[in-house]
């Protein structure tokens, strides 16, 4: 467990600031929050450690939920191992960064 | 589920991560779909389970393991002639979820419903599903004949190592020094004896087809998984005896772990003493497509 948690903040702590374009995301997520009973196996199984818990958010019911931040790759782990069908995973068609998505829209 | 979200809509976008909980790092905006040209690699709930919504704990492992068998189901199109046999457990509760024939047997007695379904109807596919308390504490006798016979049945035991819907005490394949909630101090073999390995002892059987053991400890364990399930039910289509999976799940309420250290537990302690693999394929290797 300890050793988790500073691997975590390691990796997150390495996440570079966003210059042009940020991290490059070749696959994104919708998280039903609500649906989430803060159980954690999404923030291991994540092969890219892009998935991060909350620590002050709560959804509705009084569990932390899972956040994505950009890098990820579509790989599925989360939805696979989620035992509450909290994720909903896609893949880009083209790789893209998180300012260039604000731009589209 | 679809009426709990809509209910909690306001209060969802209030909730919204805010950027000051993780300082100035950027966060993805996950609750929509993006307008740029996207795929769906991987809905929220696989195509036959209805509702994803449900009761059971946090971490729990038996959502996942059912969701690797509808999966298996949807993908080779066989829920028409699928019919899912449960016993009795926590996962008795996605009895309502599916959508699939579902069966409800008494404790311990599925692989015997099963026998009798397959036998008056040949063409189904019929799946049981048990947990360790079901299957070895309960009905061992039921799915040891099962397998004898040959039936051409699948059965897969959800195993945790505890009786979890009744809180958390020892069964028949709790491993030696595992905590449960009347093995305080762990099993120990003079008051307790000795576990039982259950898919072990069904692989010592001729009638048995297929014998596989598997976890949902992570994303890898649970694909390795799905295809022992997908060869499992290979194994029943081709007609060459009884098949049976293993599942390893977690179940940190009833082992009073933390949810995210309950896969670690699970891989020190019942996957210690059982491991996963194949235990036994004497099934032609030709596919059924």
Known sequence: MGDSMTSESQSGAAAPASDDVGTLSRGTLVIDTEACKGCWLCIDACPPRVLEMTSQSLNSRGYRYPVLFPGCTGCRACAQICPDFVFQVFKYETPVGMLAEEDHQ | ?289
């Open chain 2, 1 to 289: 589920m679809t009426e709990k979200s809509e209910k909690s809509d306001s209060s969802a976008k209030s909730d919204m991560p805010e950027m000051s909980e993780f300082g100035d790092r950027p966060v993805v905006d996950t609750s929509r779909v993006p307008e740029v040209p996207v795929r769906l690699v991987d809905d929220f709930t696989p195509e036959l389970i209805d509702v994803g919504a449900h009761h059971l704990c946090p971490g729990c492992g038996e959502p996942i393991a059912m969701r690797l068998i509808m999966e298996v189901l949807a993908e080779q199109e066989l829920k028409h002639r699928a019919l899912a046999v449960f016993g009795i457990g926590c996962y008795t509760a996605f009895s309502n979820n599916l959508d699939c024939e579902v069966l409800q047997a008494l404790h311990g007695r599925a692989p015997s419903l099963a026998t009798g379904a397959k036998r008056a109807n040949p063409n189904l596919l019929t799946i049981t599903v048990q947990g360790d308390g079901d299957m070895v504490n309960e009905g061992l006798q039921e799915v040891l004949h099962a397998a004898a016979r040959g039936e051409q049945i699948t059965c897969v035991l959800l195993n945790n190592g505890v009786f979890g819907e009744t809180g958390g005490h020892m069964t028949a394949t709790t491993t030696v020094g595992q905590r449960t909630k009347n093995t305080l101090e762990g099993r120990n073999t003079d008051d307790h004896g000795y576990p039982i390995r259950i898919a072990s002892l069904i692989a010592e059987l001729e009638g048995a087809a297929f014998v596989a053991r598997g976890s949902v400890t992570n994303a890898g364990n649970v694909a390795r998984t799905k295809r022992m399930v997908e060869r499992a039910i290979e194994v029943q289509l081709l007609g060459t005896g009884f098949s049976f999976v293993e599942i390893l799940t977690m179940c940190p309420t009833g082992w009073f772990v933390e949810t995210e250290d309950a896969p670690a537990y699970l891989d020190d302690t019942i996957g210690v003493a059982n491991f996963a693999g194949v235990l036994r394929d004497s099934a032609p290797a030709t596919s059924v497509e």
